[in-house]
């Protein structure tokens, strides 16, 4: 038949799958095609020309499947072209385009911060495109299909969590957890008065280091808990509780000892942030915020200044936890400070009963049971 080939294939249809097999093998030659950035345009290109060459009309219901197999036919070496991966080349095209193409470039920039906005801003048509395809780039592709599935609507998520595992270097793992403790939303969301107390640029960056609620899903308490249990399995998981905190925290001590003029003054936890070069203290309440703590953790900040801070050290920050606050009432209190400080809930998941280890079985009832 006319306009077809020996395979029976329409011939735009042969044509395109003799590209691709050009495209891939161009991608090997470059890099390693597990963690190569050319590997991951190469599937944004891939799911462009699926969508545009609708040739999924012409083959139905069975097209990802047709696919596959051809390109496997025609790459008989290559791995990364099940069905499953075309549909996702496909969803990766969907969830970026606008802005990688530049229809809504603009409108990232609109929802970045203050800070950032006009860096964008000045170079808009210039910059932008270049860093995001960049950036797209720069992690593996297996991150991009757990991306894909948890923010498949939400580009602007995505993209924040591009950003976040570049920044960090999560492993898939890692990325899975702060994708499911919505670490998107909140992410500077604490009640704070970085905007009065701080100069603009580090405001805007100790705004952004913030997190509301933090997630303590890691920690194990009774339902009963006290503070010391609390800070007692925040440290017992050091690891997980810095990765919570943030990007760039180091620790430094808990019930850290400073001479305050004749008495002595214990501080929860201190922490330095080799990102903002500052120290950081964090107190952790089990109960509800009550503007006293304001006035503790003030006189924290300030001692820390005068007897820790170098001239080098940007302003120490003061972080308060909290089981739970009145939004409004925490602003308020903040409003009397000088000091810096943020306000944050923590979120707990594993609590088990108060006599929880009395209901479990001893060890001779449970060689009883057995002997039985």
């Given at each position: 038949?006319?306009?077809?080939?020996?395979?029976?294939?329409?011939?735009?249809?042969?044509?395109?799958?003799?590209?691709?097999?050009?495209?891939?093998?161009?991608?090997?030659?470059?890099?390693?095609?597990?963690?190569?950035?050319?590997?991951?345009?190469?599937y944004?290109?891939?799911?462009?020309?699926?969508?545009?060459k609708?040739f999924?009309?012409?083959?139905?219901?069975?097209?990802?499947?047709?696919?596959?197999?051809?390109?496997?036919?025609?790459?008989?070496?290559?791995?990364?072209?099940?069905?499953?991966?075309?549909?996702?080349?496909?969803?990766?095209?969907?969830?970026?385009?606008?802005?990688?193409?530049?229809?809504?470039?603009?409108q990232?920039?609109?929802?970045?911060?203050?800070?950032?906005r006009q860096?964008?801003?000045?170079d808009?048509?210039?910059?932008?495109?270049?860093?995001?395809?960049?950036d797209?780039?720069?992690?593996?592709?297996?991150?991009?299909?757990v991306?894909?599935?948890?923010?498949?609507?939400?580009?602007?998520?995505?993209?924040?969590?591009?950003?976040?595992?570049?920044?960090?270097?999560?492993?898939?793992?890692?990325?899975?957890?702060?994708?499911?403790?919505?670490?998107?939303?909140?992410?500077?969301?604490?009640?704070?008065?970085?905007?009065?107390?701080?100069?603009?640029?580090?405001?805007?960056?100790?705004?952004?280091?913030?997190?509301?609620?933090?997630?303590?899903?890691?920690?194990?308490?009774?339902?009963?808990?006290?503070?010391?249990?609390?800070?007692?399995?925040?440290?017992?998981?050091i690891e997980?509780?810095?990765?919570?905190?943030?990007?760039?925290?180091?620790?430094?001590?808990?019930?850290?000892?400073?001479?305050?003029?004749?008495?002595?003054?214990?501080?929860?936890?201190?922490?330095?942030?080799?990102?903002?070069?500052?120290?950081?203290?964090?107190?952790?309440?089990?109960?509800?915020?009550?503007?006293?703590?304001?006035?503790?953790?003030?006189?924290?900040?300030?001692?820390?200044?005068?007897?820790?801070?170098?001239?080098?050290?940007?302003?120490?920050?003061?972080?308060?936890?909290?089981?739970?606050?009145?939004?409004?009432?925490?602003?308020?209190?903040?409003?009397?400070s000088?000091?810096?400080?943020?306000?944050?809930?923590?979120?707990?998941s594993?609590?088990?009963?108060?006599?929880?280890?009395?209901?479990?079985?001893s060890?001779?009832?449970?060689?009883?049971?057995?002997?039985?």
């Open positions: 038949m006319p306009g077809k080939n020996q395979n029976n294939l329409p011939q735009t249809y042969a044509t395109w799958i003799s590209e691709l097999k050009k495209r891939y093998a161009q991608s090997q030659i470059k890099a390693s095609i597990a963690i190569n950035g050319e590997l991951v345009g190469f944004y290109s891939l799911g462009r020309d699926i969508q545009q609708q999924q009309n012409t083959y139905g219901s069975g097209f990802y499947k047709k696919l596959s197999e051809d390109l496997r036919r025609e790459i008989p070496n290559a791995k990364g072209f099940s069905p499953t991966t075309l549909k996702y080349a496909v969803y990766f095209y969907d969830l970026y385009k606008d802005f990688v193409e530049g229809q809504n470039r603009q990232l920039v609109d929802d970045l911060n203050d800070r950032i860096q964008l801003a000045d808009l048509n210039n910059r932008i495109r270049p860093q995001l395809v960049d797209l780039k720069k992690i593996p592709w297996a991150h991009h299909m991306i894909i599935d948890k923010c498949k609507n939400s580009p602007k998520k995505a993209l924040f969590f591009v950003k976040k595992t570049i920044e960090n270097s999560w492993s898939r793992s890692v990325l899975l957890t702060f994708l499911n403790t919505d670490l998107y939303e909140r992410e500077g969301r604490a009640v704070t008065n970085f905007t009065s107390t701080l100069p603009k640029e580090q405001g805007d960056l100790a705004r952004e280091l913030t997190r509301d609620p933090y997630c303590f899903d890691f920690v194990e308490v009774r339902s009963d808990f006290e503070e010391r249990e609390l800070k007692d399995a925040l440290l017992k998981n997980m509780f810095l990765m919570e905190l943030g990007r760039g925290f180091a620790y430094m001590g808990r019930e850290y000892r400073l001479q305050v003029g004749e008495t002595e003054q214990f501080l929860d936890m201190l922490f330095y942030n080799t990102k903002l070069h500052c120290y950081v203290v964090v107190e952790v309440k089990t109960g509800k915020f009550e503007p006293a703590y304001i006035g503790q953790l003030s006189t924290y900040v300030v001692a820390v200044n005068h007897l820790l801070k170098s001239p080098e050290d940007k302003p120490t920050l003061g972080i308060l936890v909290c089981k739970d606050k009145d939004e409004v009432l925490a602003q308020y209190s903040l409003e009397g000088v000091n810096p400080i943020a306000i944050s809930e923590f979120e707990l594993k609590i088990y009963p108060k006599d929880f280890k009395s209901c479990l079985p060890i001779k009832e449970l060689e009883d049971q057995l002997n039985g």
